[in-house]
């Protein structure tokens, strides 16, 4: 009889050890800090990490496939190279440039620049 009392608790106890294993965790939140080395495109003015933004150390020639969630949404820039980066209109760094941030700079938001950024080129001067 012991046996079978104790065979029942710990078919219970597993059954109890499955469902807290199965319960869901909680998902952290994206990283969005803009790292030495990089340049960043936030898609909200003043650097929101509420919507997206892409940190990147290579240029792109059209964000329409590197970084869709910011082409031609892009609303604010924050440079963490060591020199200027450009952003362009047109793909592939053409249409002339939107802004040019220089290196360590950043830009919480620009009117003219808003919303019209579709590449990008490092190492430039400003």
């Given at each position: 009889?012991?046996?079978?009392?104790?065979?029942?608790?710990?078919?219970?106890?597993?059954?109890?050890?499955?469902?807290?294993?199965?319960?869901?965790?909680?998902?952290?939140?994206?990283?969005?800090?803009?790292?030495?080395?990089?340049?960043?495109?936030?898609?909200?003015?003043?650097?929101?990490?509420?919507?997206?933004?892409?940190?990147?150390?290579?240029?792109?020639?059209r964000?329409?496939?590197?970084m869709?969630?910011?082409?031609?949404?892009?609303?604010?820039?924050?440079?963490?190279?060591?020199?200027?980066?450009?952003?362009?209109?047109?793909?592939?760094?053409?249409?002339?440039?939107?802004?040019?941030?220089?290196?360590?700079?950043?830009?919480?938001?620009?009117?003219?620049?808003?919303?019209?950024?579709?590449?990008?080129?490092?190492n430039?001067?400003?």
């Open positions: 009889m012991l046996s079978k009392k104790i065979t029942a608790g710990l078919v219970g106890m597993s059954a109890v050890v499955g469902l807290v294993a199965m319960a869901p965790t909680a998902q952290a939140a994206p990283d969005r800090t803009c790292y030495d080395g990089n340049f960043c495109i936030y898609k909200d003015r003043d650097f929101s990490t509420d919507n997206s933004m892409y940190r990147t150390k290579i240029e792109s020639g964000w329409d496939i590197d869709p969630a910011v082409d031609e949404n892009d609303s604010s820039w924050r440079n963490r190279r060591a020199k200027g980066s450009r952003t362009f209109g047109g793909r592939w760094m053409t249409l002339g440039t939107e802004i040019c941030v220089i290196g360590g700079g950043q830009v919480n938001y620009y009117w003219d620049a808003n919303d019209d950024g579709a590449s990008h080129r490092l430039q001067s400003c």
